[in-house]
């Protein structure tokens, strides 16, 4: 894909070709204590990748995908004009006068069931049996249903009078031809592939799901299912919370599953799935400690950006533009092993990234508002993300509560909340009573 980090060759005066050392557009400068601040740090991610090439896809394949054209009706919907009862067509002049107690009787001319094409005119002062959606017949202007008849076969007595149109469900009156049915950059949800269907459509340019390859390292990592075995020994969480939480933003995922602490097993299980890849988040190793060996063996495999971000939990950071030429280079987000700070990393970089490359605005989640039931207290210069229960009181008040403590390892609070909620590098309290800010995490 074309990203940045283009090499340029130049020929200097003299016979040497000079090669420019390659690199990331310079990141942004840090801004609070030392460190990157979240917002920055995240739009200089966005500004390294770009949407993906859109192609024609099936309809229901393209169900959460971004269109990338504008689509036209060229049909009117409905069709033509139908019953939208089982009933008789008849022409409201010969049923005027029809009551429980005044009876009409009409010769039935035949019968219309849906489907049914060539429809003779209705001939004054007789009944058609039509079905639901069948046409029309010419001369006809209302439905009587089964219900305000003795469902005669040839002859019908008619018990109750209409006015013109009743039960015809008139040509063009839901869709008109030539209306703009979605827009460029629209996401299809189910409602418009059932409107696409409706009027004819089964194919669409659509962006494609990006394949997000995700993949644990650290060799205290354990297989779930697999016994443990020795001391110290944990079970991946990381691989599995990353894909689930990359297929509901809409990736095609590939789950690698883990790698331990080895240079070599790391370079080559990345070099071997770059193949298959749109981006690639990582997890574990990017930290200070002796074995976190993803941010010395990642600078060996394409230009890297390691920070730390003014945020808690997610603090160390990686990103790397992973490949040797400009063509094949795959972006990777290689977060913090502690699971919390995985899933708070992905929430803040990686799901921004995956919509980027969807083509599927806004690519930052709205925040929504409630008020805390309790005094919240946060770190200064740094953005706190908890996990939080949003509920709605009695009285229709959204209220949130913080779930669990801080720390980053807290995998059983992580699943207990449905928010995370968002305090600023400024924030030291937040008093009971006061709204703020979360995340709502209501998509699977
Ligand atoms: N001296 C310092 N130590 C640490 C710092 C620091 O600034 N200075 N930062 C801390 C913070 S904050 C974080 S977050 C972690 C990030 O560390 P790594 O990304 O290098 O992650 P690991 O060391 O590999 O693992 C951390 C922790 O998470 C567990 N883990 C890792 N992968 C998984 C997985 N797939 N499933 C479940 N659990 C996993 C791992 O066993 C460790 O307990 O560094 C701090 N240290
Ligand atoms: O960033 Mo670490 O993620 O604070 O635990």
Redesign the pocket.
């Known amino acids: 894909m074309a990203l940045f980090g283009r090499r340029k060759k130049r020929q200097e005066e003299a016979e040497e070709p000079v090669v420019e050392v390659q690199k990331l557009p310079d990141p942004p400068a840090p801004t609070i204590n030392g460190m990157r601040s979240m917002a920055d740090h995240r739009d200089y991610l966005l500004s390294l990748v770009e949407p993906l090439p859109p192609f024609g896809q099936n309809l229901l394949e393209a169900q959460g995908l971004a269109l990338c054209e504008d689509i036209v009706s060229t049909i009117e919907l409905p069709g033509f004009d139908n019953s939208s009862m089982d009933g008789y067509a008849v022409r409201c002049a010969d049923v005027a006068e029809a009551a429980e107690d005044n009876p009409i009787d009409l010769p039935v001319a035949g019968e219309i069931a849906a489907g049914d094409g060539d429809i003779p005119q209705l001939a004054v002062g007789t009944a058609v049996k039509i079905m639901t959606g069948a046409p029309i017949p010419d001369g006809a202007d209302a439905v009587i249903p089964y219900e305000g008849t003795n469902r005669g076969t040839d002859r019908v007595r008619i018990m109750v009078s209409a006015t013109p149109g009743l039960h015809i469900r008139r040509r063009g009156e839901d869709i008109a031809a030539g209306t703009l049915l979605m827009n460029d950059g629209d996401q299809l949800g189910p409602r418009n592939i059932g409107l696409l269907a409706g009027v004819g459509i089964d194919k669409v340019l659509a962006r494609p799901r990006p394949r997000v390859v995700v993949l ?3 060799s ?2 354990v297989q779930p299912g697999s016994p443990l075995t020795g001391g110290g020994q ?8 990353l894909a689930a939480a990359a297929k509901a933003a809409g990736a095609l995922v590939y789950r690698v599953g ?1 790698v331990s ?1 080895d240079r070599e097993e790391i370079k080559q299980t990345i070099s071997d799935q770059m193949v298959r890849a749109d981006l690639i988040v990582s ?7 002796d ?2 060996l ?2 010395s063996v990642m600078p060996e495999l394409g230009l890297t950006d390691f920070c ?1 971000v003014a945020m ?5 950071q990686g990103f790397g533009l992973i490949g040797e030429d400009d063509e094949e280079r795959v972006p990777m987000i ?6 919390v ?2 899933f708070v990393s992905f929430e803040a970089f990686v799901r921004p990234v995956i919509r980027k490359l969807m083509g599927v605005e806004p690519y930052v989640r709205p925040t929504e508002r409630a008020f805390t039931t309790h005094v919240i207290r946060s770190v200064k210069n740094k953005t706190q993300l908890a996990r939080a229960l949003v509920t709605t009181d009695p009285g229709g008040r959204r209220t949130v509560e913080l779930v669990g403590g801080h720390g ?2 807290l ?1 059983g609070d992580l699943s207990k909340a449905n928010a995370l909620i968002l305090l600023g590098p400024d924030v030291e309290t937040v008093t009971a009573g006061q709204p703020i800010a979360y995340w709502p995490l209501n998509d699977g």
């Open positions: 644990s390292t650290g205290e990592l944990v079970y991946d969480s990381n691989s599995y919370l883990l602490d997890s574990g190793g990017v930290s200070q400690g074995y976190d993803v941010k730390q808690q939990p997610g603090k160390p290689m977060v913090p092993g502690n699971p700070s995985a980053s390892h995998l």
